[in-house]
Structure formats: C-alpha cells, structure tokens
C-alpha cells in the first residue's frame, strides 16, 4: 500500500534522477547532437518510470525514516544515537535505527488528516496525467477510422523512396489522409500509421518526400513508444517542476534528432527540407481531438519553428572524443552523488562505528592510454601468416586472443586494437603491411537460376567487399538514363584537357570525344564523372540501398569517385544478385533503361548465345591489384536459359592482374559453355 512516506521517497528521488539528467542534457547542448539529447532524456524518464519499483523493491534504500505509532522514543545519554523503545512487547529488531519523535493522532473533529489530504491529491494529479492518454487512444482509433488510406501510385513511389532514403525497412507503414486540415503525423506501435491532410496529394514531391521521411523517421527511432512511457513518467511524477522541463525538452530534442537524420541522409537540401517545414506549420495545425496529451507525434510547432529552421541550416558541429568523456563524467558524478547522498545514514556515535566499512569513491586524475589501430583481419590471415602475427605480438607482451584488456580485435571495422605497447608503432605498421600484401589470388562465381546451381570457387575471396571499379557503369549508366542525363546512346560529348588533365596511365582513347556506349566500352572515367557530378546524391544513395548494390554512403566530397575505393565496395556474391534483379526487370527501372543498358554491354555472341559483360580495374594499395569482370550470358530463343558470373583476381602490379584475368574469363566462361 502506498504511504506517505514511500511517496516522498519516490518525489525526492524523482528530483535527484530529473537533476542529473537535466544538468547532462545541458552538458550536450552545445557539444552533443540532438540524438544524443534524446538518448539521455529516454534514459532519465526510464529511470523515474523504474523508481517507483525500485524503491518499494528495495526497503533498506530510504530518504526519510518510517514511522509507527505504537513506539515511543527516548533519547539516550549520547544525544546523537535515538534508541527505539516499545511499551507493549520486546524489540522485534535489535541495534539501533533512526526513528522519529510520534506525531499526534487525529481528533475527532479533524476526520481527514494531512496525510490523507496529500495523498487524495497527489492520485487526483496522477489521473489527471494517465485518462487523457486513453481517452487520446479512442480519438486517434476514430481519426483513423474517418481517413482513407493511400492508393495513389506516386505516392506510394514516394513513401518507399523515403523509407529507404531514412534506412526504414522493418514494417510497412500506413499511410492515410484526413480531409480535415490536420497537421502531418504518426502514432502506433505495433501497426504505424501517418496521417497526411488530403491536399498533400497535390504536394511538390520535395515537400512530400521530406514529410514522409520525417514521420517514417520518428517510426524507425519508436519515438511512439517513447512518448507513451515518457507520458507515463511524467504522470507518476507530476509534483516534480524538472520533469516538466524535461518533458518539453524531450519533445524539443526528439524533433531536432529527426530534423538531422531526414537532412544526413540526403532526403532533400538542407534549404528545401527548412521550407517544406516552415509551409507545413504555417498552413496546418495539430488536430483540435488530439490535444498535447498523446502518443502522436505532429510533425510541428509553430512555438519551436523558428529554432528547428535554423538549426538545420546552420551546418553541424562534429562532438570531440573531450566532449563525450565530459558528459559521461558528468552524468556519474550527478548519479553518484544524488546515490550517496540519499544513503547516508544518521550521524552515529565514533565508538558505534568502529570496525564498520566505509564505501570510499576515489577518480583519478589522469589516465594515460595509448592505443594504436591497424587494419588487419587476423580470421582470414593463412596459417603461417597468423602464426607470426600471435608469435610477434606475444614476443613483445601483446596478447593475441581476443578480450584481452591490452589487445582486442574490432570486428566491425575489421581492426587490430593495441593498447599501451612498448613496441614502435612503425613496427608495427610494417609487419601488418607486409601480412596484408596477399599474393596473387582469383575467385569466381556461376549462378544458374534455371538449374537450380551455383558455382563458388574460392568462397573467402568472393564474400570479400572490394570497390567496384569500372563495373559500376553498369548502375551508374542506369541512373544517367533514368534521370534524363543522356538523351541518346551515341550522342557524343567532347573531351575538355582543362576540366579533366590528361594523366600519365591513361588509355590513348580516353582523350576523344565520347558517347555513353564507348565510355561504357572503353571505361572511360571522366565521361562517368561527368555524370555524376550532374547527378543528385540522394537519388544515388536511395537507388543503392534499393537495388542492395554493395555497401556505402555517398556525399558531396565522394561524389565523382565514390565507386573508385572512396566508399562504396560490393563482393562477388552481390554482383550476382544486382546483376540477375536487372535482368529479369525488378529493379523498377522504365523498360528503354534496361534496354539501353542491356544494348551497351552487349559483348559479343556465339552460336546462339550473348555475351553481355563489363571489366573493372584498380589498384588496393601500392602492391596489390584489383580486376573484375562480371555480366550473364543468354541463351537465344524464347524458353532460353540465362547465367550470370562475377570473377575477380588479385595479383602484384596492373599488367599480371589483367593477364590474370583473361586467362581466369576463359575459364569461366568455357565451363558456362560459351566456346
């Protein structure tokens, strides 16, 4: 049952926990982003939702002493220990505890004590916080109820372009519109809708995209969720003037963070996305049956416009490694007191303390760590070679295995982790250099639908991600076709020497003038970064992320080179799958892109059969060379079977690795039988 006492136990706590993660949220106001405002404010009201329960869980862990009536006190002659003294039975505990002087009873013409009055109004407030989320409930069901859902087919293009763009792939969203001018918006857990007014039909498809990839944004982070348990918290811990605060403040933050990742990810200019929302909030307003208490979340304020358009027009300041270290400091400093400080006991006599432990909390002042990363994958090294890396790590007193505090394996970045080594870092560099230089190697792949069979030779080469090289004129012809770039196959375009400076490696034919299909023939790079460069990097990144080509994100810095080994890589196994989704039309291109595509990477036929393919070259570091070729060939005839491979080699200098290459095509293709 819930006392007094165990409330004021809750509040007190409550302020402590709403202090320390007010006071870090300020911390990361000016060194932090939002998102990781948001986290710390998600983790605070987790935390006052859980007091409640960890403080009736944990009886020992009080602020204020419990009082019983039936227990007098007296006061010993060492005034500062009270001595609990029972008139009616023996001690049920024995030692000493704090206790507290008996309150008065209430007379009788006092029927309702203050004790009672408080709690009436404290469970008055919480329900006042906790029936209008339910009541919130029911209006959004029927505002549900009342919309139509979404049938048109460009709009439909645009939610799974947004959903993409924002990395949302893990429910299907619910998108419907309300012929009330409402305020965009999402709500629901399990099954996400967004509710759009009816004129956003007639949007710009800017305005909608950004929309969209706004409220699909608020789904992927269960800001929904959040809400409800933010909402929750609050109710419990209505008293509370901080919990308020950082209740606006949540809300504030949460905006903010969605704000950033629609912009990061490209979806529309930074100034596009700012006046698509500046129209929203200035032409619709929040749905007069929602209200402020509810899990939807509308996609504006006019009260926080000003804020969040500024904020995404003024360009991000990065958060230093300082900066983090700070705020973690920060927040445990705040925990740690407000822990200590509500645990202290009553002041006790020195003699009663003697032999008793005291919990001492000792920072230091300086850590020094040197730590040294090296790109190396140790799981893939050859036997001879892990053995002399495990071999000259020990040598020196670096421990190999994994988990250990001086040395560990980062196997998201594919990294060797060395900490506080008394061995020269140059040495280091060199042993991993020289264990990464591999020798001359080659893999390839066979996939034939029709058959049911695969062919995979060499399975640790080909499920390795390299850059794609020349390859990637295939996608990238796509997306040239797609967006309108190149009107005709053969329309030429002449070479420029000041824009693109001849360099010494180049092909003699690369300084001519140029359509797309020689430039896919030859691989002329500069006629392909010309198209980039005119390309929006938005629509690359989505169109990667729907078609599943390699990994990698491509920016402004990136843009003309990002398939060249600046960012983007793709193993063997995923040509394949991009390879046989274009041929058999599922990556929803228009049907003339396919057939263009198709036409320039026509190689040559024979007996019956077409080649189509396309080779791929560069080099991975100073020692070591790359070369691809990739493609399908098809039978003719209606009923006719088509393979796809992907062959790749790696060998010591640009002349080997193509040698390399030929000899490995003809293999290749002599086993899919086109001889």
């Known amino acids: 049952m819930m006392t007094t006492s165990f409330l004021t136990e809750v509040m007190l706590r409550g302020f402590a926990v709403a202090l320390a993660g007010g006071l870090l949220c300020l911390a990361l106001n000016s060194t932090g982003t939002a998102g990781q405002r948001c986290r710390a404010l998600r983790f605070t009201f987790a935390a006052l939702l859980l007091l ?26 060492d005034s500062s220990i009270y001595v609990r003294d029972s008139p009616t039975a023996a001690p049920q505990e024995s030692g000493f505890t704090l206790a507290t002087p008996p309150q008065p009873h209430a007379s009788p013409g006092h029927p309702i004590s203050w004790q009672s009055a408080l709690m009436g109004l404290y469970i008055a407030g919480l329900l006042s916080g906790i029936l209008p989320l339910a009541l919130a409930h029911g209006r959004l069901r029927r505002l549900r109820r009342d919309s139509s859902p979404c049938e048109d087919r460009r709009m439909e293009s ?17 998108v419907r519109f309300s012929k009330q001018a409402c305020m965009p918006m999402t709500w629901g857990l399990r099954h996400p809708v967004i509710l759009l007014p009816e004129e956003s039909k007639s949007w710009p498809e800017e305005r909608l995209l950004a929309v969209i990839a706004h409220e699909c944004t608020h789904i992927r982070r269960r800001d929904g969720l959040a809400s409800l348990g933010i909402q ?31 912009v990061a990810h490209g979806v529309v200019p930074p100034s596009d996305y700012a006046t698509a929302l500046h129209s929203v909030a200035q ?15 509308p996609m504006a304020r006019k009260t926080t416009l000003e804020d969040r358009v500024q904020r995404i027009l003024r360009p991000a300041t990065p958060t230093s490694r300082l900066a983090k270290v700070g705020e973690a400091l ?32 000792t920072l230091t002042s300086k850590l020094e760590i040197h730590e040294e ?35 560990h394996y980062d196997k998201e970045h594919n990294q060797l982790v060395v900490r506080n080594t008394r061995v020269g870092v140059n040495e280091v560099r ?109 629509t690359i990144n989505s169109s990667l992320l729907e078609w599943h080509y390699g990994k990698g994100q491509v920016t402004e810095k990136n843009l003309t080179d990002y398939w060249l080994g600046n960012g983007l890589t793709i ?46 070259t560069g080099d991975l570091n100073e020692n070591l060379w790359l070369a691809w070729y990739v493609g399908w060939i098809e039978e003719a005839g209606k009923d006719g079977e088509t393979q796809y491979f992907a062959l790749l080699c790696l060998d010591h200098s640009f002349a080997d690795v193509r040698k390399r290459r030929r000899a490995l095509r003809e293999k290749v293709l002599g086993e899919m039988g086109f001889e």
């Open 571 to 616: 193993t063997a196994k995923e040509q394949i799958n991009f390879l046989q989704r274009f041929h058999e039309s599922q990556l929803g291109l228009a049907e003339e892109t396919t057939t263009g595509v198709k036409s320039i990477a026509f190689a040559e036929e024979r007996e019956g059969k077409r080649l189509y393919a396309k080779t791929g």
């Open 232 to 262: 929750v918290a609050r109710a419990l811990h209505w008293p509370n003037p901080l919990v308020w605060w950082l209740f606006r403040r949540w809300r504030m933050e949460t905006e903010r963070a969605c704000d950033a990742t629609v």
């Open 158 to 174: 645009v939610i799974r372009k947004a959903k993409v763009l924002v990395c949302y792939r893990s429910k299907k969203v619910d």
């Open 373 to 407: 990363r090296f790109d190396i994958d140790p799981t893939k090294l050859p036997t001879d070679k892990r053995s002399e890396l495990r071999s000259f790590l020990e040598s020196n007193g670096i421990p190999f295995d994994a988990g250990v505090a001086s040395s």
């Open 52 to 77: 409640p329960l960890v403080v009736a869980l944990a009886p020992g862990w009080t602020v204020l002493p419990s009082f019983d009536p039936g227990v007098s006190t007296t006061i010993a002659e």
């Open 283 to 297: 032409s619709y307003h929040t749905h007069r049956k929602i209200g402020s208490v509810t899990t939807a979340l």
């Open 430 to 538: 060199k042993l991993v250099a020289r264990l990464n230089s591999e020798g001359p190697t080659e893999g390839y792949i066979i996939h034939a639908p029709a058959e049911d069979r695969q062919t995979v030779v060499n399975r640790a080469l080909c499920e390795r991600a390299f850059p794609p090289f020349s390859t990637y004129k295939i996608p990238n012809s796509i997306l040239a076709l797609e967006a309108d770039l190149v009107s005709n196959l053969d329309e030429t375009v002449p070479y420029e020497a000041e824009r693109h400076p001849k360099k010494d490696w180049w092909p003699r034919s690369w300084t001519g003038e140029h359509s797309l299909r020689s430039a896919f023939q030859n691989s002329v790079v500069w006629y392909y970064q010309d198209l980039a460069a005119r390309m929006n990097q938005a």
């Open 330 to 361: 920060l927040l445990g400093i705040c925990l740690t007191v407000s822990v200590i400080a509500q645990q202290a006991p009553a002041p006790k006599s020195p003699a009663k303390d003697r032999g008793q432990g005291s919990a001492v909390i």
